[in-house]
């Protein structure tokens, strides 16, 4: 019996795949047998720098630069796979920022803009192109990128809270509204990974946070991928709506 990865023959987008997360799914979505993966990120060297290694590996990617916080990008980027590989199967709506950590009362307004702008806006704006397009083929999955402090508030990064606690809001939503339509919607809320994202942190919060993460370490990006590949894969056939904790039993103990 040959072996049939988890997407072959799906296509389909990643935004923020050019670093962390993002370029951890890239890798293991091609990998799993995806036909199509189209790399999106505002960063452009890091999307073609995902997209070339997909290559090397003998996979099939496309590098875009998209802002997802901007209506006209997003619909472009949906365009633009669909006028690549025909349609859009599954999503992983995974770009995102953090915001600089201090006490509520000291949150710059325009940190906490920028911070809903794109995690939770962009993340809208993702649902809502591509949900249009996947009525168009008849069906979809998509995983959307939440976080622990989706599930728990996280008193140094309340905005950033906010905003993955709104994912979860639209995730349930969409995976409601779209029950009939073969549309599966779900997210991933990760512990603390060991991506560019968070290595720009001081180093005596990462070493805490490591300390405090059950296992004693930060997990790898490839680790979030294999959550976000199950969910879009059609072994999932039956999960929408769901806010899935890949954390290592952090949540679990709270
Ligand atoms: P990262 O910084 O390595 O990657 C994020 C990527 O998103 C970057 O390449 C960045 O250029 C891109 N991006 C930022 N704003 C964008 C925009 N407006 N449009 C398109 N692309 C944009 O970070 P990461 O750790 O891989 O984070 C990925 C996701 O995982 C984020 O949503 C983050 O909030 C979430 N997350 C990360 C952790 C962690 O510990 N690293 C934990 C929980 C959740």
Not at 113 to 122: E, M, P, S
Not at 124 to 138: A, D, H, P, T, V
Not at 143 to 152: F, N, P, Y
């Amino acid at each position: 019996m040959g072996s049939v990865g988890l997407l072959n023959g799906k296509v389909g987008l990643i935004t923020g795949a050019g670093s962390g997360i993002g370029r951890g799914c890239a890798e293991l979505f091609a990998h799993e047998g995806a036909a199509g993966v189209l790399v999106c990120d505002t960063d452009e060297p890091g999307a073609q720098e995902t997209a070339r290694r997909i290559e090397a590996a003998g996979g099939t990617a496309t590098a875009v630069a998209a802002d997802v916080s901007r209506a006209s990008d997003v619909q472009a980027l949906v365009d633009v796979v669909v006028g690549a590989y025909g349609r859009l199967d599954f999503a992983v709506n995974n770009a995102g920022i953090s915001h600089r950590n201090g006490p509520l009362h000291e949150l710059e307004e325009d940190d906490f803009d920028r911070v809903i702008a794109v995690n939770l806006k962009g993340v809208w704006l993702c649902l809502k192109y591509e949900i249009r397009q996947m009525l168009q083929n008849g069906g979809g999955a998509i995983v959307c990128t939440a976080s622990r402090a989706a599930l728990r508030g996280a008193p140094v990064a309340a905005g950033y809270s906010a905003s993955k606690h709104g994912v979860i809001g639209l995730v349930r939503s969409a995976a409601l509204g779209y029950l009939e339509d073969g549309i599966r919607v779900n997210c991933i809320c990760p512990g603390v990974v060991n991506t560019p994202l968070v290595r720009g942190l001081d180093p005596a919060r990462i070493e805490l946070l490591e300390r405090q993460q059950p296992g004693g370490r930060l997990a790898e990006p490839a680790e979030m991928a294999e959550a976000a590949a199950w969910l879009c894969s059609e072994r999932a056939s039956f999960v929408t709506g769901v806010a899935l904790p890949v954390d290592y039993g952090w949540t679990a103990g709270s």
